[in-house]
């Protein structure tokens, strides 16, 4: 069998476990020959890396900081990567094109089901980068009722207007000074960086039937996650997003229905 490349891109890339899940993937598919690696790599870097790939390479997972230009790489695009702005994956096509796809929509989706959310819920989304630009799209799959984004940088919110209006979901701004007032929601998900959400797991005042979804998962549990888990609600962790958005790329690069719960085992291996 002739060899399949596939790489996630970034820049840090270092501490990626997309390769963890990636390559247990192939082995409980039995799919020999391929193989899965990290390729530090920048956004202004990445168009001509695409450009110079041969034929081998199956696909790529993008993560930070070039799923906007991954998107504008791409000679077509599903509707909800358009919509969004962003993708997180470039498939080779047999005539050698490149499809881009957002599967962080569909994890986030399938996550956020298994957790309970139900149509009609009103969400809160802390932050306004890439994540929040999904967790917009996943919310309107969801047929939830509006979201309130709340974020330090009213220009940011902004931003996030023309992607809700692509994909015919109400967006309210909330004041970053406010945060904690907004917890209250049917479903909070924190897209934030590292530490920045911390101050609020001392002034949360959480609803029990809430749902929280922090994309953080180094460390776990985050501060505000684990006010959450004190407060009995339901959690979901960056690692379920991780490994749902996974399994969505294998299915596209291999053809061959992912192997979740080898993939899962993996993860699970890897952690501390």
Same mark, same amino acid.
């Given at each position: ?13 270092? $501490? ?5 899940? $990636? ?8 799919? /020999? ?19 110079? &790939? ?5 696909? &790529?997972?993008? /993560? ?6 991954? &998107? ?14 962003? !993708?997180? +994956? ?28 139900? %149509? ?10 890439? /994540? ?14 509006? *979201? +309130?984004?709340? =974020? ?7 931003? &996030? ?15 970053? =000074?406010? !945060?904690?007032? $907004?917890? +209250? ?6 897209? *934030? ?5 911390? %101050?609020?797991?001392?002034?949360? $005042? ?15 549990? +985050?501060?505000?996650?684990?006010? =959450? ?16 958005? =996974? ?10 229905? !992912? ?14």
């Amino acid at each position: 069998m002739a060899s399949r490349r596939v790489a996630v891109l970034g820049k840090p890339i270092a $501490h990626s476990l997309s390769p963890v899940i $990636h390559t247990a993937g192939y082995a409980a598919a039995g799919l /020999t020959g391929w193989s899965y690696t990290r390729v530090e790599c920048a956004a202004a870097e990445l168009p001509d890396l695409v450009a110079g &790939l041969g034929p081998e390479w199956a696909g &790529l997972s993008v /993560t930070m900081p070039g799923k906007e230009v991954a &998107l504008a790489v791409a000679d077509a695009a599903s509707p909800v990567a358009a919509a969004v702005g962003a !993708a997180n +994956t470039l498939v080779r096509r047999p005539d050698g094109s490149w499809y881009a796809d957002n599967t962080d929509v569909a994890g986030m989706v399938h996550v956020l089901d298994e957790a309970g959310v139900v %149509p009609g819920a009103a969400v809160t989304v802390l932050g306004a980068g890439g /994540t929040a630009r999904a967790a917009l799209a996943a919310a309107a799959q969801l047929d939830c009722s509006a *979201v +309130t984004v709340v =974020a330090r940088r009213a220009e940011a919110v902004d931003d &996030l207007r023309p992607v809700a209006a692509a994909v015919g979901i109400a967006l309210d701004a909330g004041a970053w =000074a406010d !945060a904690a007032r $907004h917890l +209250t929601a049917d479903v909070v998900v924190s897209t *934030v960086p590292k530490g920045v959400a911390d %101050p609020l797991a001392d002034e949360a $005042h959480w609803r029990p039937d809430t749902v929280f979804f922090d994309a953080l998962y180094d460390p776990w549990p +985050t501060p505000l996650a684990s006010s =959450a888990i004190a407060a009995g609600l339901r959690v979901v962790s960056g690692l379920d997003l991780l490994l749902a958005q =996974a399994a969505g790329q294998f299915e596209q690069f291999t053809g061959v229905r !992912a192997p979740v719960e080898a993939m899962r085992a993996a993860l699970d291996r890897h952690l501390p």
